[in-house]
């Protein structure tokens, strides 16, 4: 398969900015990506752009156009993507795709979202779903997740309260973070009850935001220079199972297969994770599934600091979404340019040394008890 | 209670069963595979033909439960509580609400029905009947 290189990456602070569009967000995020890449927009041959909320918030369509056309993209296929909260990283595959099929050389993805808006009401599954009719909220079905791993494995309330403890303390170093103060596990805990076990802090915030990158193929490579290589990038959905396994998602195990065998690696040789922490329970599901552990592990994991910046592979160094924030067509780029930048050695006081492989994971719409998307990308340095 | 009818879009999935307060869950069954489907829909995907709608009682176990204590969707009570239920007559994991009453005495495992109930209210402010789930008196665990 033919080699595909991330030349640029940009990334703008998460959080509220009540003043700015997406357009100007996006843009942004595009500008620092163009920029680090090296490369004149018209070089560009590819767009793809994920956004999730701005049809539904603002009434918006073709949004990517809007944002490409403000940093010179023009003329080229263009594509707006929504895959929910693998909006970025279903971008990114296309991508990757366009340049491996060789019709595009230099290919750029934009996510940009902004959710801070008094009509942003409740997440759920889809307004017409037969869960959503029942009650089923997004916290809801992370907890289900949540309550049932507890009861196989013994996983325990501390150990959930890690996650949002630790990714925290990753978090102070990263200057993009909406929450950037340590929190401990007696505050998470004592944070108000969201859905039983799930409390708020154990809950990602809402954030306006955006990221971009900026991929290259062999020969552009060559010509503007880059150091990390796309070594697999995998998108694949749910089967939605007539009897869902909660404690065991199947999605995200086949997800993280593929990628391991598309790269040729396994979970052995990878040194850090960016994974689809929306909730707690989320980063310890992802971690087992990854294969950083065995089933059932998961909490242990974070409890013995396998996971913290300093373990054997630190999952969420940039804080994850329960710190970074979350908006939603932004995060799963995020995530790619958080490995990006730990891989070129480029993140300050919460660097990863020696690292050669890292993997971007998202998850994105329940469905039947069952993830509608799921995306996972391993980085590599280019040594490997 | 035949007259019932839930909030638009569950009256395809549920159906008063006609005994007392019992509430019959709708499923599809294809005989290419003697597949379950929940929410039942009109064609089998595997074989694309048209599919049997077979009512099932809603008799079952919790596999998982949680109770949502903030912000409440649907005119829905505040806390109120979801979950998955393995149904006793066919290899099926459904989502279902629970009664109010049942919040507090939830776990693994236990024996649970489904019952028309007046749950929460409506858009215009009236109760709402809604299928929701029972611990089945007496026979817990």
Known sequence: MAEVWIGGAGIIPFGEHATRSIVSMGAEAARMALRDAGVPPREVQAGFFANVLAQRLFGDITVGQNVLSEVGVCGLPIVNVENACTSGSTAFFLAVNAI???????????????MHVPQLGLLN????????????????????????????????AHQLAMVSVKNRRHAEHNPVAVFRKPITVEQVLASPMIADPLTRLQSCPNADGA????????????????????????????????????????????????AYEEAGIGPEDINLVECHDAFSIGEILHCEALGLC?????????????????GRVPVNPSGGLLSRGHPLGATAVAQLVEVTHQLRGQTGLRQIENARFGIAQCMGADKDGDAKSCTVAILSNGKG | MTSTTFPLGLNDSFLPSGVGDGCDVLVGRCHCSER??????????????????????????????????????????EPYAVGYIDLDDAPLRIFGLFAADAVEGLKTDIKVDLRVTALGHDNSGEPCLRPVFHLSGGQHG
């Open chain 2, 36 to 77: 379950y489907f929940f929410p039942v829909r009109s064609y089998c995907p595997e074989c694309l033909e048209p599919m049997e709608v077979v009512p099932l009682s809603g008799r079952g176990h919790v596999y998982a439960f949680t109770t949502v204590r903030r912000r409440a969707p649907l005119g829905l009570p």
């Open chain 1, 125 to 156: 599954p889809g307004e017409t779903a037969i869960d959503t009719l029942l009650g089923s909220v997004v916290p809801a079905s992370f907890a289900l997740r949540a309550q049932r791993h507890m009861h196989e494995y013994g996983t325990t």
């Open chain 1, 211 to 258: 990221a971009a990158l900026v991929l290259f193929s062999e020969k552009a490579a060559r010509r503007y220079g880059a150091k990390i290589r796309v070594a697999s990038a995998i998108l694949c959905t749910g089967m939605y199972p007539p009897q869902p396994d909660l404690a065991r998602w199947e999605t995200d195990y086949r997800g993280a297969h593929l």
């Open chain 1, 294 to 310: 065995a089933p059932g592990e998961g909490g242990r994991l974070v409890e013995d600091g396998v996971t913290a910046l300093g």
């Open chain 1, 100 to 114: 491996r099929s060789g019709q595009a050389d230099i290919a750029i993805v934009v996510g940009a979202e902004k």
